[in-house]
């Protein structure tokens, strides 16, 4: 997908100028690229603002006074307001297409540099397929794959193989998977999840690195096995969330049914609205809060006492940004907030420097520092 142009026909379309094609175009790729989204929608919003904060300080020019001086015959100082009026429009909007192409460019190189920033699939038999874009009917040996709708699910009735295909989601995207059985799992951003397109043994196995929410089809005579770094889970149950994120750290918040995991140690059976959290060290159990866990579904992360240095992994993952801490004084400060990726990474930047003077920068690698 190419950003760029994503973002100077996203300005076409503001100011009138976009021809049938362009707009075909943006509307499909607005619609089916996340990134893309959010830039049409930053811009969207940054020109509302703007204009709201133009229209603010010619307060002093009401409607009715203008109307008023064009009823007097006052014409002379009614074309003067006129001109003010939309002189200010025009450089809200210029303003909004400066202030977003300077601050968006730079973590969007961040992501175009990342090794990996489209989402694919490797199947057992060593092909590569790109998902990035909507696409049906992909033949894979005896197996139909269909990308459709962010979701990719496949026809594997007459397939007879059971290799591991190993399906990638990079950082700044997200992602579906519909099983062959129905199982249905939505992967966040940086994680890989192997499974094959049938399961015709006695068990339905994948491995999952990453996070990711699961609800899995019930099969009595077929348990579900998710394999993570260190860990099993046994699936009991319908509905849980699996965080792999951090190395040597393992978390399973279930929400539905029943889950047992296998750490190693010992079996551990979870019960709906708790969350297992497995280290090195050991295992605990604690009730979760599903706003904090599960905020990433809707693509809003909550944070609570929570340092830059415990924030950087997550504006990695979601923006493809990384981060650089220059001041010790900003590094040891605690902050409450959201980090909300349908938004640009600037309007959180925003938010933090109007909230708590932290202010930030990127250099010519697209690295941000906070200052």
């Excluded at 007097?72 to 939309?86: D, E, M, P, Q």
């Excluded at 199982?183 to 966040?188: F, K």
């Excluded at 999840?193 to 019930?218: C, D, H, M, V, W």
């Excluded at 009991?236 to 539905?256: P, Q, R």
Aim: with cysteine; net charge negative; hydrophobic share 40%.
């Amino acid at each position: 997908m190419d950003y760029e142009k994503i973002r100077d026909l996203s300005f076409d379309e503001l100011l009138g100028m976009i021809s049938e094609e362009d707009k075909s175009f943006l509307q499909s790729a607005i619609r089916e690229d996340l990134q893309a989204r959010n830039i049409w929608e930053g811009i969207q919003r940054e020109r509302s603002r703007l204009l709201a904060d133009a229209s603010e300080s010619y307060d002093q020019h009401p409607v009715d006074e203008v109307l008023a001086d064009l009823n007097t015959g006052n014409r002379l100082r009614f074309v003067k307001k006129a001109i003010s009026i939309a002189a200010a429009c025009l450089i809200a909007i210029v303003g909004s297409w400066y202030l977003l192409v300077h601050t968006a460019q730079q973590p969007l190189a961040a992501v175009q540099d990342t090794a990996i920033h489209t989402i694919r699939l490797m199947t057992a038999e060593g092909k590569t397929i790109d998902l990035s874009n909507d696409s049906a009917g992909i033949r894979v040996g005896n197996t139909v794959l269909n990308n459709t709708q962010h979701t990719l699910s496949f026809d594997a009735s007459h397939q007879n193989g059971t290799g591991i295909n190993t399906l990638t989601v990079p950082a700044g995207k997200d992602y579906h998977l519909l099983l062959a059985d129905g199982t249905q799992i939505q992967l966040n951003a940086a994680t890989t999840i192997s499974f094959p397109f049938t399961f015709p043994g006695k068990t339905r196995e994948i491995t999952i690195n990453g996070e990711a929410y699961l609800q899995i089809a019930a099969k009595a005579d077929q348990p579900f096995i998710v394999h993570l770094p260190g860990n099993t889970v046994n699936v009991l149950g319908t509905a849980f969330n699996i965080n792999t994120y951090d190395a040597g750290l393992v978390k399973v918040a279930l929400v539905e049914g029943a889950v047992k995991i296998a750490t190693g140690k010992k079996d551990v059976l979870l019960k709906p609205g708790y969350e297992i959290t497995s280290t090195h060290s050991g295992i605990t159990t604690e009730a979760f809060d599903a706003d904090k866990v599960l905020g990433w579904r809707t693509g809003v992360y909550t944070f609570e006492n929570a340092s830059l240095q415990e924030l950087a992994p997550v504006i990695l993952r979601w923006f493809g940004v990384t981060i650089a801490l220059d001041n010790q004084r900003v590094s040891s400060r605690r902050f409450f907030g959201i980090i909300d990726r349908n938004q640009p990474l600037q309007a959180f930047l925003h938010n933090l420097e109007r909230a708590d003077g932290i202010k930030s920068r990127y250099d010519q690698q697209g690295v941000l520092h906070f200052e």
